[in-house]
């Protein structure tokens, strides 16, 4: 036996640094050159040298065959691809569709949602909530920010934020602004600085300061044209002169933390100065709150809790419902809460499709490969070895994959004008949708992953070839029972994936389905509605009913007007206001929440809300009469067991020695969007809960925007300075508030669409690559005495195999989804078994026909034909 | 088969052309080529063997070279090794760079590149 020569192991790895095909051809020759040199190194001293020289060379030499390798490998590639141009644009196209869906919803979500917020340290950013009797989060009030920011040690500092509307006056036409009150801290907190002035210091919070103002980049643009000039000069809000301090970078934004804060701010003003109420009871504050260094959300919330605790011990006689108790959340966490659901289903259902793409990638692959054994197996008797192979089959799907990806990413680029619609111009950071680094690195991650994946099963069948290589096989005949078999299992989890993948996509169609046709509790259509906001100092508060009434009453005096009215916050609005009540004769039993409305007399006509006892609201309903209210069936349900409320007494929280008397039950109203349960409601006549700011309802014998001219020229007859502003017919309100689960629907609907034409096309193509490779078998049965139809039957039973195991997958994976998006999603709970019904009759449907077509075909061979062939 | 235009390889890279000329006389192993261009150059031209056999595989595959088999060296501990031989068509592509080199030269006496000291030296 020969002994090794020294440093003969270590020269052998460096030859690993060459490509396969140096290796093979030259790597002895190469290892006995280097033996024979480093054998020539006498002393120490040269054989380090002779070590350097070796790997200098090889690191300048083996880069660049590598990337020669991979030129013909690449030229190959794309040769092959030519000469198969439907195998290569079914598979481009395949993974086209399967990346580009996977890209395309990656990219709304990455902008929409699991973009970092554009602030200093954004993971240690919590929102800060009170939490309701029923554990939902509510807002706080002022003197609670002030005790969380004094008394907790886990925060570093806690900001409020209040949604304000404020009337631009001074510059061209009177016109409403968005505004928002903040803690001077908040900016500071979340590391954000101006880009132009200055933003608020401790000062502008103290009362008697000059007033500041803070521009949003888009105002500051639109309005000012984005001169720096500006700051410094005055700006008249609400009929006070403020001073514009600075203005905000163009990436700030600030995530709506619930459905009443906007998506867009025009202008911030600090939030001291403009607190409408510091009464304990008065929750209306959002509140951001940063943790210290070494805090984490948990401890914070545990803190928070006993603070809780505290302060309701401290001001016991403004907590009568017991202790409160308060939470933070981190403020990711927060945001993603509300779409999680859908994000999930959503997320699922493209996990499906690509798994589907890949799945009918690898089924093609390996068709392909099939009808290659006969190349592959003479490439492999010329030398080929099977790493050489397998890496030729390897650029093989890198290519198809680049492209599809390529491809894919175009597609989902293109896709993003939904990203335009209205319905979606309410989301937080909408209009920063496009390519970025993060959208590119995903497809290419994702069109990586999904080479490995469909290149798997190619690669395995690879082995085999070396086998035909060894036993010297190089005829062409049926396939291979092996080869069979990963085809069927292929053809089976894509069965498994569509069934899941359509059931649950129906599951969350049919849910936001069944919503759109429950009854909303009112009558949407022809009604036109428009805000009428009072400036301050207009007219005192005892005089806006007076106001309203005289709108209404010239209002209702056009033609085509049926009926008027107003309210101060309009249905699925998302504008809410909660307050508790409490039952005369049960004064020991917990108050009961409601949102409290306040209408003028034709509201329930004007929105066709149903009266179901008692009375609706009358001119004697004013100031002076008895305090009177209505209630919906749910809150009188609450009230007493029977359901009989009208007569009783309630008593507001605010006011507790002021008796109500019930007057009249009406329908329940889907306050919060037709996929939510209605929310218990007090409507009061507004003489008795006057407000200066309501919504104008006005039902007309037509289309309603047709109205709005003359609506607002009758607004202005009584009062030329009055601002009308969200102008909108009540039922685009309606179609607003199921934007959000319809759109995911949706989305998921057509992903669920997809899946099933995609597997569509992969079940087509097993089962025509099948009949196609069973030609002669076929022939032969049909020679020696089967029926057309015994084929037919032969083949059908094959694809039932098929679909049945596939569903039997499939169907309890869909299960388990639909169970956990129930689960989230109260509108998806209850669609029953319908989906899962329906998902695998259409797969079902949808595999008959794709197996059917080829078996048609099998069943039409002309056995004398074929076997002559033979 | 039309005849290979020998032009089209030119210019060579001077590793290259060593390569060719060291297996003008006799067909060489790869430990051969590098010691006789080493001791050709005097040491100037010192070929790795990555190098060399990058240079090999590009010219077994451009015709220039071809294997001549695979036998033991007896000056090398009679390990058996793959010899490599100039084909026509390489020895076609080596005349044509050294005529090529030599016209180069020409031109430069021509332009009095090298200078009086140059020829004085030489003369």
């Known amino acids: 036996m020969k002994r090794r020569r020294p440093g003969a192991r270590r020269l052998r790895a460096l030859t690993w640094l060459f490509p396969g095909s140096v290796r093979e051809a030259h790597g002895r020759d190469i290892r006995q050159v280097w033996q024979a040199q480093h054998d020539a190194a006498s002393s120490t001293a040269d054989r380090a040298r002779f070590w350097s020289e070796a790997l200098t060379d090889v690191l300048r030499t083996a880069p660049r065959q590598h990337l020669d390798e991979l030129r013909r490998d690449l030229r190959y590639a794309f040769r092959g691809l030519r000469l198969s141009p439907g195998f290569a644009i079914t598979a481009v196209l395949t993974i086209a569709l399967g990346v580009g869906a996977t890209s395309g919803v990656f990219m709304l979500l990455d902008a929409v949602l699991l973009r970092p917020l554009p602030y200093r340290n954004p993971s240690r950013v919590g929102l800060v909530w009170a939490v309701g009797p029923g554990g939902e989060h509510t807002w706080l009030s002022a003197p609670e920010l002030d005790d969380l920011g004094a008394r907790s040690t886990t925060l570093e500092g806690i900001a409020g934020l209040s949604d304000l509307r404020m009337i631009l006056t001074g510059a061209g036409d009177p016109r409403e602004l968005q505004a928002a009150g903040v803690s001077a801290m908040l900016f500071p907190l979340l590391g954000v600085e101006a880009q132009a002035g200055r933003l608020f210091g401790p000062a502008d919070d103290r009362e008697g300061s000059g007033l500041a103002v803070v521009l949003s980049d888009r105002f500051w643009r639109t309005q000012f044209g984005g001169r720096s000039a500006v700051i410094g000069t005055g700006l008249t809000l609400n009929d006070r002169t403020y001073t514009i301090a600075g203005v905000l970078p163009a990436s700030f934004t600030i995530l709506p933390p619930s459905s009443v804060f906007p998506a867009h701010v025009d202008v911030w003003v600090p939030l001291q100065t403009h607190l409408a109420s510091r009464g304990r009871d008065v929750r209306m504050l959002h509140a951001v709150a940063r943790l210290r260094p070494n805090a984490t959300f948990r401890e914070a919330a545990a803190e928070l809790s006993s603070v809780g605790l505290q302060v309701s011990r401290d001001f016991s006689s403004s907590y009568p419902n017991g202790a409160v108790r308060f939470d933070i959340v981190s403020m990711r966490d927060d945001v993603l809460k509300g779409v999680r659901p859908a994000l999930a289903g959503i997320a699922c259902v493209v996990a499906l499709v690509l798994g589907i793409a890949c799945a009918n990638v690898a089924s093609l692959l390996l068709a392909r490969a099939e009808s290659r054994r006969r190349e592959m197996a003479i490439r492999a008797s010329l030398g080929a070895s099977r790493a050489r192979l397998a890496r030729q089959l390897l650029t093989e799907g890198g290519l198809l994959a680049a492209i599809g990806g390529a491809l894919g990413l175009g597609l989902a680029g293109a896709a993003m004008t939904i990203t335009s619609l209205p319905v979606l111009s309410h989301l937080p950071r909408i209009d920063q949708v496009g390519y970025g680094w993060r959208v590119v690195q995903f497809t290419a991650l994702v069109s990586l992953g999904t080479a490995v994946l469909f290149a798997l099963a190619p690669a395995l069948e690879l082995s085999r070839h070396a086998e035909d290589r060894r036993t010297g096989v190089l005829q062409q005949g049926a396939r291979g029972p092996r080869a069979a078999r990963v085809g069927r299992l292929l053809a089976t989890i894509e069965v498994a994936l569509a069934a899941a993948g359509v059931v649950v996509a129906l599951t969350m169609a049919l849910g936001v389905a069944r919503a759109l046709t429950r009854s909303p509790g009112f009558e949407p259509s022809q009604v036109l509605t428009m805000r009428l906001s009072t400036m301050p100092g207009v007219r005192p508060p005892a005089e806006f009913p007076t106001f309203f009434d005289r709108v209404i009453e010239e209002v209702r005096a056009l033609p085509g007007v049926t009926s008027a009215s107003a309210v101060t916050q309009l249905p699925m609005s998302g504008a809410m206001l909660g307050s508790s009540f409490r039952a005369d004769d049960r004064p020991d039993a917990a108050p009961v929440d409601a949102d409290l409305r306040g209408i003028t007399t ?191 039957r032969l083949i059908a039973r094959d694809g039932a195999r098929i679909v049945g195991l596939g569903l039997a997958i499939g169907l309890p994976v869909a299960f388990v989804a639909a169970q956990l998006l129930g689960s989230l999603m109260p509108a998806v709970a209850a669609t029953g078994q319908g989906p899962f019904l329906y998902g695998a009759g259409l797969v079902i449907v949808v595999a008959a026909i794709a197996c059917g077509v080829p078996a048609r075909r099998a069943s039409r061979i002309e056995p004398n034909a074929v076997l002559r062939a033979e | 088969m039309p005849a290979k235009d020998a032009n089209r390889e030119l210019p060579l890279t001077p590793a290259t052309l060593h390569v060719l000329l060291s297996l003008a006389d006799s067909e060489k192993h790869g430990y051969a080529i590098i010691q006789e261009v080493a001791a050709r150059t005097g040491g100037e031209v010192q070929l790795g063997a990555g190098t060399l056999y990058a240079l090999v595989k590009r010219l077994l595959e451009g015709g220039l070279i071809d294997e001549s088999g695979d036998r033991p060296d007896p000056s090398m501990d009679d390990e058996r090794r793959r010899y490599y031989r100039l084909t026509a068509f390489g020895r076609d592509v080596a005349i044509a760079e050294v005529k090529r080199l030599e016209d180069v030269v020409r031109q430069a006496r021509a332009v009095r590149l090298f200078g009086r000291g140059m020829r004085r030296r030489t003369s």
């Open chain 1, 602 to 792: 034709d509201y329930f006509q004007t929105m066709g809300i149903a009266l179901i006892a008692g009375r609706a609201f009358d001119a004697g309903d004013d100031e002076r009469g008895r305090r009177v209210a209505i209630v919906d069936e749910g809150l009188a349900r609450r009230l007493s067991l029977d359901g009989q409320a009208v007569g009783r007494r309630i008593r507001w929280i605010r006011q507790p020695d002021v008796p109500i008397e019930i007057v009249g039950v009406v329908r329940a109203v889907r306050h919060r969007g037709l996929d939510q349960e209605p929310v218990e409601t007090v409507y009061r006549p507004h003489a008795q809960y006057p407000r200066g700011s309501m919504y104008l309802t006005v039902r007309v014998a037509g289309e309603p925007t047709a109205w709005s001219g003359s609506v607002a020229a009758a607004v202005h007859r009584v009062d030329p300075s009055q601002l009308v502003a969200d102008v909108a017919p009540l039922s685009a309100l309606e179609r607003r508030s199921i934007a959000q689960p319809g759109l995911g629907a949706l989305v998921g609907g057509l992903l669920g669409t997809l899946a099933l034409v995609m597997t569509a096309v992969g079940v087509y193509g097993l089962f025509a690559f099948a009949v196609a490779q069973r030609r002669r078998e076929m022939a032969i049965r049909l020679a020696v005495g089967a029926t057309p139809g015994g084929i037919v």
